[in-house]
C-alpha cells in the first residue's frame, strides 16, 4: 500500500524553526514524482507552500520565500520542509502531496505561538 507519512510538527515560538519530513512508503517512483508541501489553516482553504521536481527545481508560496526550504532525498522516499522564522500565521496542518495525485500524507500540526 502507497503512504505518505508527516513528521515533525509541534509548537515552537515566534522566529524558531521546524523541519518538516514525509516518507513515502511502499512504492519504487518517489524519485520521478514531483512532490510539495501544503498547508490548511483553520477556517482556511488548504494552500500550497511549496513544491520540488525530480530535478529539484523548487516553487514557493510568495509568504514563505526566503524562510522556508524544501529538498528531498531520493534515496530515502523523503521530502523536506525546513522552516526558519516561523509566524504565528504559518500556524496550520501541514500536508505532504504527491502533485497531480489524489495521494496525502494525514498531516503534522505546526503551531507557532509564545
Known amino acids: 500500500q502507497v503512504q505518505l507519512v508527516e513528521s515533525g510538527g509541534g509548537l515552537v515560538q515566534p522566529g524558531g524553526s521546524l523541519t518538516l519530513s514525509c516518507a513515502a512508503s511502499?512504492?519504487?517512483?518517489?524519485?520521478?514524482?514531483?512532490m510539495g508541501w501544503y498547508r490548511q489553516a483553520p477556517g482556511k482553504e488548504r494552500e500550497m507552500v511549496a513544491t520540488i521536481t525530480r530535478g529539484r527545481r523548487t516553487n514557493y508560496a510568495d509568504s514563505v520565500k526566503g524562510r522556508f526550504t524544501i529538498s528531498r532525498d531520493n534515496v530515502k522516499n523523503t521530502v523536506y520542509l525546513q522552516m526558519n522564522s516561523l509566524k504565528p500565521e504559518n500556524t496550520a496542518v501541514y500536508y505532504c502531496n504527491e502533485i497531480g495525485t489524489s495521494l496525502w500524507g494525514q498531516g503534522t500540526q505546526v503551531t507557532v505561538s509564545s
Open positions: 511502499g512504492r519504487t517512483s518517489f524519485s520521478i514524482n514531483t
